[in-house]
């Protein structure tokens, strides 16, 4: 059978690996050894790519959700009906927020807490503490400058921890009767806050790290989930 | 609820459409724009972008095509409208696939009969090679290779013919494996070179 040279299989490299052999391509490669080797190759290419896909299931983070929902939102796309009564449908954007954006924010947060009657106090807290941790990690995408991102923590974190505060006395209030409840409570906090800082430092030493933000973030979270759980306990007495 | 009750409600702005929309595709859109750019940040960025798009326009779908189909398009044009603007380039498709055309495209160096890339490929430098791939080819092996598209989903999806996209799929897998040798011979001589330092150090 005739056979062809390399560079002429080459040239039919694309279709065969489409599926289309001509005979003199095929006893090339059999009496070729470089050329069994490309095929190898893009065969493990190939194969590699497909298992790469199947193999790693990817879930893309729930904030994402989160984010694309509330620019939904201020665009007025979506329409719930149980949502239109939620402070949160006012939340602007995160990933487009400018300082003055950020301040409304923070003064949104204010609203949520001025006259929220005690068992909705944690509640209300976490939503806020949602959508902070939305703007930190919509912003966080956005590869900002370290100025920028120190600006950025003072202006929300500062008064995040001062809403926390003021939860947090409004918690030792109710529970204040009982001297053992109150030194759990401190015992406890004071782990978290102690974790707070540390992120805080984190952060503040690289403004830029998104993953120092999300660790950050997270303590808030966990110390909101404290005082949500505090606040329950409290109620339930 | 169905996609096509999904897209009927979503028409609508109804908001659990939107979500089940969402829910249906946000895994593959990640995935593509994870393998393309490589980084989680600006996948976030880009899923969300693309979702958004999508959200905009869903209520001009008229279901000529597949809706992944018309997802995924979005989704491509979003990515390489960013790796463009990376690149500081304001380049056409044909240019960001055809980076090698002045010297005939991809070498064709069959050598190295020797080294064979079977058993060597693992995710670290597979995706290592990929973010290397030009962005047209990156797309079009991405969505072949990794995800299983069809030429001719591709060619809808990049708005090409199917012979371009059969052509840009094998130029990009041969230069993956020109990059995925570089890479082994590159850990060969860091292991050579390695071991030369140990020994140095015991004598």
Not at chain 1, 11 to 24: C, F, H, I, K, T
Request: glycine share 6%; aromatic share 6%.
């Amino acid at each position: 059978m005739s056979t062809i040279s390399c560079n002429e299989f080459s040239n039919q490299l694309e279709s065969w690996m489409d599926g289309v052999r001509q005979p003199a391509a095929e006893a090339h490669v059999r009496s070729c050894a470089s050329c069994q080797n490309v095929l190898s190759d893009l065969e493990a290419i190939h194969s590699s790519a497909r298992s790469w896909e199947v193999d790693e299931v990817i879930e893309p983070p729930a904030r994402i959700w989160a984010s694309l929902r509330l620019q939904l939102e201020a665009e007025g796309l979506i329409h719930d009906p149980a949502s239109l009564s939620h402070p949160s449908t006012a939340i602007p954007l995160a990933g487009n927020q400018s300082h003055g954006a950020l301040e409304h924010q923070v003064g949104w947060l204010d609203r949520i807490f001025a006259g929220v009657a005690r068992p909705a106090l944690a509640g209300s807290y976490l939503v806020a503490l949602v959508a902070v941790g939305v703007a930190m990690s919509g912003l966080g995408s956005q590869r900002g400058t370290d100025d920028r991102w120190t600006n950025f923590t003072q202006s929300t974190t500062v008064p995040l921890r001062s809403q926390l505060d003021n939860v947090e006395h409004a918690v030792f209030s109710f529970n204040a009767a009982d001297p053992a409840v109150t030194a759990s409570l401190h015992k406890n906090l004071a782990i978290v806050d102690n974790y707070i800082v540390l992120c805080e430092k984190s952060v503040n030493e690289e403004p830029g790290n998104e993953v120092a933000r999300d660790y950050l973030y997270s303590a808030y979270q966990q110390k909101a989930d404290l005082l949500a759980q505090m606040t329950e306990n409290g109620d339930g007495r | 609820m169905p996609e096509s009750e999904a897209i009927r409600l979503a028409q609508s702005g109804d908001a659990a459409a939107f979500e089940r929309l969402y829910q249906l595709h946000n895994r593959r859109v990640y995935s593509l724009c994870l393998r393309m750019v490589g980084n989680t940040a600006e996948a976030e960025d880009l899923t969300q972008e693309a979702f958004l798009q999508l959200f905009r326009k869903v209520a001009t779908f008229r279901g000529e095509s597949a809706f992944s189909t018309w997802l995924h398009r979005l989704a491509v044009n979003v990515v390489l409208m960013k790796l463009r603007k990376k690149s500081g380039m304001e380049t056409s498709l044909e240019q960001i696939t055809e980076p090698d055309e002045d010297s005939g495209g991809p070498r064709r160096d069959f050598g190295s009969p020797d080294l064979r890339l079977s058993g060597s490929i693992d995710r670290v430098n597979l995706q290592r090679a990929v973010d290397q791939l030009p962005p047209g080819y990156k797309s079009v092996f991405v969505l072949h290779d990794v995800q299983g598209y069809e030429h001719n989903e591709i060619a809808h999806i990049m708005g090409c013919s199917i012979g371009n996209s059969k052509s840009q799929l094998h130029k990009a897998r041969m230069r993956l494996r020109e990059l995925l040798h570089e890479a082994i011979r590159s850990k060969a001589r860091e292991e050579r070179k390695a071991a030369g330092s140990s020994s140095g150090g015991e004598d």
